[in-house]
Structure formats: C-alpha cells, structure tokens
T-cell receptor
C-alpha cells in the first residue's frame, strides 16, 4: 500500500522560516506535490517535484529526495496568512489518483 | 469564472435520508474526482471518472453512487445517510496530462444528525 507521513502540527512566528516534512511509501513513484488548505476552504496546489532537488516559487520552496522517499516544503518570511494545513500528495493507482498525506497544521504567531 | 463549483455548500439532514451533491467544472478537464475529508482533515479519494467513465472506486459503501452525465459534471448521491457520513466532500478535476494538479471545488459540509 501507500502511506505519507507528516507532522501533525507546526508553530512558528511571523517572519521566520519553517520546514514541513513528508516521508512516503508508495509502489511506483510519479512525483511529490504540495497543497495548501485554509480553514473552511478548498485545497489549492502549491508545487510539484518530479526529480530530486529544490524547486522555488516565491516564498515557498519544495524539496525531494527520491532515494530517501522524503520531501519537504519550506516556507520563508512567514506571514499570518500562511496559517493553514499543508498536505503532501503522490499519484498512485498508476497515476490515476492522488493520495494525500496526513496533513500538517501550520500556526503562524506574532 | 473558470472553476470547479459544487452545490450545496452546506447540507444538514437526518439519518436515513437520501441526498445529492452536484459538481460542475468549466475547465475542460477530462478527469473528475470525489474526495471525503473527515474531522481530522484526512483527505481520502472516493471515486474518479475519466470522460464519464468510472475508473476508481475506493471500496466506498454502495450507498454512495456517483453519476457523470457528461465530462463536465460529476454528481454524488448518498442513500440511507449514516452519522459516519458527516464530513466535507470535495469535488476535484484535472486535465489529462500526467501529474497535472487537482483543482478542487469549495466543498460541501454534510452533517447527519
């Protein structure tokens, strides 16, 4: 089967840098995605890594190490609006569906 | 606006009732999904349709019946609702291209009393 583990909660202060980790076990690997979900809202796509290394998109970066079955989302210059749940996800079922991790609740404090 | 839209946003009903949730996407995507998010925010896939054809059914009780009249619509009908069905149900779509991101609707919060 497949599983994706994330820390359940992370707390950081405004302006800081925070890293949200994701370790996965899948049969077949097609890349690692990250989604953000604010309370009461829909998950929205943040980033996708197919290959090892760091992908940067503004204040957010995502890293993948396929040999370690591990990735992380790095959020820099944290803002209050970054308080949300963050989910890693991998395509499974031959790429036909997206399986999500357990989710990490990020709380940004003043 | 181009989007995935689902109705209703909130649904409160009693055990044993039958209810439907509708979803429409105007993004031209080929594949649509239903996900269930429980109280612990765990997102679990229920069904996937590709161009009106069912391709994934994740051992969901047969009280749940999806219907896709065309590739832009995917509705979810639930019979004999149970307390455990209370959750947020998200519709999503994506293009055919491999590893393309999911676009989610705003969710339907179903409360069964």
């Amino acid at each position: 089967g497949q599983s994706l583990e994330q820390p359940s909660e992370v707390t950081a202060v405004e302006g800081a840098i925070v890293q949200i980790n994701c370790t996965y076990q899948t049969s077949g690997f097609y890349g690692l995605s990250w989604y953000q979900q604010h309370d009461g809202g829909a998950p929205t796509f943040l980033s996708y890594n197919a290959l090892d290394g760091l992908e940067e998109t503004g204040r957010f970066s995502s890293f993948l190490s396929r040999s370690d079955s591990y990735g992380y989302l790095l959020l820099q210059e944290l803002q209050m609006k970054d308080s949300a749940s963050y989910f890693c996800a991998v395509p499974t079922g031959g790429g036909n569906k997206l399986t999500f991790g357990t989710g990490t609740q990020l709380k940004v404090e003043l | 606006d181009t989007a995935v839209s689902q109705t209703p946003k909130y649904l409160v009903t009693q055990m044993g009732n039958d209810k439907s949730i509708k979803c429409e996407q105007n993004l031209g995507h080929d594949t649509m999904y239903w996900y269930k998010q429980d109280s612990k925010k765990f997102l679990k896939i229920m069904f996937s349709y590709n161009n009106k054809e069912l391709i994934i059914n994740e051992t969901v009780p047969n009280r749940f019946s999806p219907k896709s009249p065309d590739k832009a619509h995917l509705n979810l009908h639930i019979n004999s609702l149970e307390l455990g069905d209370s959750a947020v149900y998200f519709c999503a779509s994506r293009p055919r291209q491999a590893n393309s991101p999911l676009h989610f609707g705003n969710g339907t919060r179903l409360t069964v009393t």
